[in-house]
């Protein structure tokens, strides 16, 4: 997993695929862009603030803004694969490991350390 503290473009990038990255970069250039920094009125300018890094640091944040609210709704679908509950037994301390239960239903199971 890459640092945002030691990200750099090259290393993002290369996590990436290189047309759908440059094509977000390019994009959020284009929308979060201020015209008294930089002034991007076609594809040469365009293509020079990508290579320049232009607003790289906030690109960098968006994406893990953006990242962390698709793992939060992942999370927040999670159901207990024996009642369809919501899996809320974050820590299992099952034996041995069993699915990511409710904590109604680990309580049930005998091996269950709770």
């Given at each position: 997993?890459?640092?945002?503290?030691?990200?750099?473009?090259?290393?993002?990038?290369?996590?990436?695929?290189?047309?759908?990255?440059?094509?977000?970069?390019?994009?959020?250039?284009?929308e979060h862009g201020d015209n008294?920094?930089?002034?991007?009125?076609?594809?040469?300018?365009?293509?020079?603030?990508?290579?320049?890094?232009?607003?790289?640091?906030?690109?960098?944040?968006?994406?893990?803004?953006?990242?962390?609210?698709?793992?939060?709704?992942?999370?927040?679908?999670?159901?207990?694969?024996?009642?369809?509950?919501?899996?809320?037994?974050?820590?299992?301390?099952?034996?041995?490991?069993?699915?990511?239960?409710?904590?109604?239903?680990?309580?049930?199971e005998d091996k269950c350390l709770?």
């Open positions: 997993m890459l640092s945002v503290v030691n990200i750099t473009f090259s290393k993002l990038q290369a996590q990436c695929g290189q047309g759908d990255f440059d094509a977000e970069y390019a994009e959020f250039i284009m008294s920094e930089r002034t991007i009125c076609d594809d040469d300018t365009l293509i020079n603030a990508l290579e320049d890094g232009y607003l790289f640091e906030e690109f960098v944040d968006h994406l893990w803004h953006t990242m962390f609210k698709a793992v939060a709704a992942v999370a927040a679908d999670l159901k207990c694969p024996q009642c369809g509950g919501e899996a809320d037994n974050g820590l299992d301390k099952c034996i041995p490991q069993g699915a990511y239960m409710c904590t109604k239903c680990c309580n049930k709770l």
